[in-house]
Nanobody
């Protein structure tokens, strides 16, 4: 059974940084399988695209420059580095992986992802 486990969340002061990790188990994934980060504000709503990594990397326009996605293929792990955090970054952050190698270029398309983690919360204090 494929599982994704996110770690690294917590309370961070505005202007600080955090690095999240997502470890996949149950299957080995390659760069053909996009791994991505999404987030959902505590008030609810849709999961918003943050960043994705496959044959290339892609970022949400609103976050580009403050976030960096990286990946260790051998460890089946993807990371999200976030800097210059703002209170509006407070959210539950989710990891997702495209198990089918869905052949679309849009990494932000939520339905392409076959597996999701339970999320890790990042709270940015002011």
């Amino acid at each position: 059974q494929v599982q994704l486990v996110e770690t690294g969340g917590g309370v961070v002061q505005a202007g600080g940084s955090v690095k999240l990790s997502c470890a996949a188990s149950g299957r080995t994934f390659s760069t053909n399988n996009v791994m991505a980060w999404f987030r959902r504000p505590l008030g609810g709503g849709e999961r918003e695209f943050v960043a994705g990594s496959g044959s290339f990397t892609n970022y949400a326009d609103s976050l580009r420059g403050r976030v960096t996605i990286s990946r260790d293929i051998g460890k089946n792990t993807v990371y999200l580095q976030m800097d210059s955090l703002r209170p509006e970054d407070t959210a539950v952050y989710y990891c997702a992986v495209d198990g089918d190698g869905y052949s679309i270029g849009d990494y932000s398309f939520r339905k392409r992802y076959d597996y999701w983690g339970q999320g890790t919360q990042v709270t940015v204090s002011s």
